[in-house]
């Protein structure tokens, strides 16, 4: 079973529609992430939290909102959506350590097209 | 401001061959530096990393060498194979587990058989 778990994985709404974007886990990591992706413009930070009760803005928040609503779930919102808002989306988990790697661990996207 | 550089957006080697995949940050405060690796239709994959205590890591086929003084990290791999096509992000942190990672934007890289 996939440690992090992304739903759904491919949607296609229209402008002004609210859409959510569902990320779970079973790592038992207390750290989690939203992050898009634009051809040639990498992964950039949407929003953070490092326990229920801490949520932080990223890079590109404006036009998103999270919620975390148990430590194994990061929920991410679009309130009205917009064309330049399709874009791959990855969730990623860590551990508050940095475990081995300092590294994170990665969902495998949802796919998302706004018309 | 782009705090993580990439600066070639593809790259192609032969089979066989050394690939070298290379990395810019401005920031003298990450001390954690990683690459991942992604394939089409999947999400990013770690594939190794060094702290900035260390100058060489090695695992397997893959070495990462950081240059501190030059602000610069580099990904060799070696040999290359086809299935090392994919594309690989260079990302770096500040602290262990205390901040998020910034990512580059990422190299294609192509290994022709």
């Known amino acids: 079973d996939a440690d992090v778990t992304q739903t759904p994985r491919n949607r296609i709404t229209k402008t002004g529609k609210r859409i959510m974007l569902e990320c779970s886990q079973t790592k038992g990591h207390d750290r989690m992430y939203w992050y898009r992706q634009d051809p040639g413009l990498g992964l950039r930070l949407i929003y953070y939290?490092?326990?229920?009760?801490?949520?932080n803005k990223g890079e590109i928040s404006d036009g998103y909102s999270v919620s975390r609503q148990a430590q194994a779930k990061f929920s991410l919102s679009l309130e009205s959506a917009i064309p330049n808002q399709t874009a791959l989306y990855f969730c990623a988990t860590s551990d508050f350590t940095g475990g081995v790697n300092n590294e994170q661990f990665f969902g495998p996207g949802t796919r998302l097209t706004v018309l | 401001d782009q705090q993580v550089k990439q600066n070639s957006p593809s790259l192609s080697v032969q089979e066989g061959r050394i690939s070298i995949l290379n990395c810019d940050y401005t920031n003298s405060m990450f001390d954690y530096f990683l690459w991942y690796k992604k394939y089409p239709a999947e999400g990013p994959t770690f594939l190794i990393s060094i702290s900035s205590i260390k100058d060489k890591n090695e695992d397997g086929r893959f070495t990462v060498f950081l240059n501190k003084s030059a602000k610069h990290l580099s990904l060799h791999i070696v040999p290359s194979q086809p299935g090392d096509s994919a594309v690989y992000f260079c990302a770096a942190s500040r602290g262990r587990g205390n901040t998020p990672l910034v990512f580059g934007k990422g190299t294609r890289l192509s290994v022709i058989a």
């Open positions: 939290s490092f326990d229920v009760k801490d949520i």
